[in-house]
Nanobody
Framework: VQLQASGGGLVQAGGSLRLSCVAS????????MAWFRQAPGKEREFVAA????????YYADSVKGRFTISRDNAKNTMYLQMNRLKPEDTAIYYC???????????????????WGQGTQVTVSS
């Protein structure tokens, strides 16, 4: 499977962006999926994750209430709706897939074995 992330850009604080991650190949509908981000000089961190059927979602405390993760298995696509963006949300955002089918959602990067190329999100103050 290959993952292609898109939707990043430059936005003012308080604005919104929607990221997309399209999967090609594999069996997207059986994978847990997640978003991670990495800011300059910092380690990659968990943002949000979603179970294979979308029934369970998980968020980092820093984005809870502002970001919403979702997926459309018919379109092999995962989304991250980001509202009320803050300058500290500035980072490269990566989507990731856990190809072990129908498993418990993992909230650490080590649980994901396929990664997209990343999309830059920049929030100006």
């Amino acid at each position: 499977v290959q993952l292609q992330a898109s939707g990043g850009g430059l936005v003012q604080a308080g604005g919104s962006l929607r990221l997309s991650c399209v999967a090609s190949g594999g069996t997207f509908s059986s994978y847990s999926m997640a978003w991670f981000r990495q800011a300059p000089g910092k380690e990659r961190e968990f943002v949000a994750a979603i179970s294979w059927n979308g029934g369970r979602t998980y968020y980092a405390d820093s984005v809870k209430g502002r970001f919403t993760i979702s997926r459309d298995n018919a379109k092999n696509t995962m989304y991250l709706q980001m509202n009320r963006l803050k300058p500290e949300d500035t980072a490269i955002y990566y989507c990731a897939a856990d190809r072990a089918p129908l498993t418990v959602v993992v909230l650490t990067s080590g649980g994901y074995d396929v990664w997209g190329q990343g999309t830059q999100v920049t929030v100006s103050s």
